[in-house]
């Protein structure tokens, strides 16, 4: 049996239209903590352009193969077993599939785990973009340290209940994160249910 995220399901289309204008002369995305798979699926189906590199921790993959062994996509490669945590990514071995990714998609991570999570999650992508490369998240963020609406002040205390390193960041920590790995701020999107789509591009050497 498929799993199934009911916030997929909502926030697929309203993504995909971001992520035809911004990924339209992209060729290979990696697609960091897909879930469920149902966002690699619809992605990649509606984006057939794409190369599309879903990664998971290892517990979830098979749950990402049931979507893509029913969608049998030409464009979605084998799902790869990626953590965080992981001290390193392999990424520089010639050995690796995650070669040559010149986009990094993610969707509603980086409030679910701690914040040196968050920081290694930066390094790690440092490593794997190439130069010029896109790198965009999304999810809900905070802005001078408020709260953008009511709701997401309730996600968050929901969050902290569950893990209390956990909960909705500040978008000027993480923009300041990504700027400290040589990620440029492009655009900051706004998205349907107080969500935004940050996209950054990585400078034109990475360290």
């Known amino acids: ?63 990402i193969r049931a979507w893509l062994d029913e969608a049998q996509l030409p464009n979605v490669l084998a799902p790869l077993a990626l953590d965080v945590n992981d001290a390193h990514w392999d990424v520089n071995d010639a050995s690796s599939p995650v070669t040559d990714v010149d986009a990094i998609f993610n969707a509603n991570t980086v409030h679910i785990i701690s914040w040196p999570e968050v920081e290694r999650l930066f390094a790690h992508i440092a490593r794997i973009i190439a130069p010029g490369g896109y790198v965009c998240l999304y999810g809900p963020y905070n802005y001078g340290g408020k709260f953008t609406s009511e709701s997401n002040a309730r996600f968050d205390a929901w969050l902290k209940a569950r893990d209390p390193d956990s909960g909705v960041r500040d978008f000027e920590a993480v923009n300041q994160l990504a700027a400290s790995h040589g990620l440029k701020l492009l655009r900051d999107i706004a998205m349907p249910s107080n969500n935004r789509i940050l996209m950054w591009e990585a400078k034109d050497s990475n360290h």
Not at 19 to 41: M, Y
């Open 1 to 63: 049996m498929k799993p199934y995220a009911e916030s997929c399901e909502v926030n697929k289309a309203p993504i995909l239209a971001v992520l035809k204008e911004i990924f339209a002369d992209r060729k290979r995305v990696l697609e960091i903590a897909s879930g469920t798979g149902q966002h690699a699926v619809h992605f990649a189906r509606e984006l057939p352009h794409l190369v599309w590199q879903p990664s998971e921790r290892a517990q979830n993959l098979a749950g």
